[in-house]
């Protein structure tokens, strides 16, 4: 592959086809008017933002349109990717071969577009939960930041430097000018709450093992703390819902979390320090992994997880990891585990928060796709190849 370019941090599955409409035929007021559980938006609103999502939810790629993509010669992938919802941002990038990285930055600025679009249709309570979510891709461009300074301080050679997702017009903090610091330091004090705070609070860990997930690990608990109290200000069916969800990220995250630790030989009694705080799990927490957290090894931790669907999963893909001696095999199918969580919850209720949240987790997670893709396009990586990279 060229100049190492780094496979962007966007990942995932194929997007979810919108289901046959009698899956969303409905009565608005049996789902939305149930004992004063929208207060925060009024019917009306919540309808015609579920019909602008709906609209969108079509434009997405089911599993044959993806696998298409990657079969495609690499002279053909420009001409079928401009034959998507994508071709407006394609054609402002002028792009006449495949670019990855213009690509790229195309795709993730439709991304933000549709963050965006659904956070101007929202009010209240509700339009302050997307609010944080959209700020979780502030904080991977921060985390990219961290690590590639990580990796110049100690001289390990690092690929192309990361594209940014464009939130900075949103919220105002230029992130991007971090990577002219000089040192980790430097980074956290140029940054403002809420970061620098937990930044300043996590440094004389990371400066006495130099691991960046401790780094990491601050940030993440700062941000799925921010997007939990804001969930906690939600009513009825939509908090229940967005805790599903959001509560099913952080038992994935807090899995991988506990894998990477086994992984890299971090002491057991550390571990708990990575982990994200029981109040913010929807499942497994601290208590279903202490065992694990003892285990000599990676696949020993999930033998000795309770069982669950997650050791399930886990348990499925031990194979993969054993052969590959790499995480990702795991990281391929929790996500893909969660994918099926979300579309559970996409046909259970059809018009609620849980379409505008289940949409663009779906809409990041096909750019991802596209992503990948067209790096592997760009490399003249074998389709079989891509397959094993792409999520489906």
Sequence with gaps: MNSGYQLPELGGWPGYLTAPDTIYKVDIHKYIIKRGEIEAMSVSKYAYVYARIRARMSELMDERRIRELVDARRGDFLSLLMDTAYKDKLTQAALVEVKARKIEKALKEELIDQYLMVIKSMEGAI?????????????????????????????????ETALFFPVEDFFKRRISRLSEANSIESVIEQLENPYRGVLEEALSKYEESKRVLILENALDEEIYGAIWNRIERLRGKDKEIVRKIIGTEYDLTNLMTLLRCKSEGIAEAEISEYLLPDTHTFYFNADA?????????????????PASVYKEVLSETLSSYEAEQSLIPFENALLQYFFVVIKDILRGYPINIGTAIGFLYLKEIEIGNLCTIAVCKENEIPAEETMEIVRT
């Design 289 to 305: 992994m202490n065992d694990s957290m003892f285990a000599k090894d990676v696949s020993t931790a999930i033998q000795l997880m």
């Design 127 to 159: 339009r302050d939960v997307f609010v944080e979510f959209l700020r979780r891709l502030e904080v991977k461009n921060l985390k990219a930041v961290i690590r590639a300074k990580a990796a110049e301080i100690a001289g390990t050679e690092t690929p």
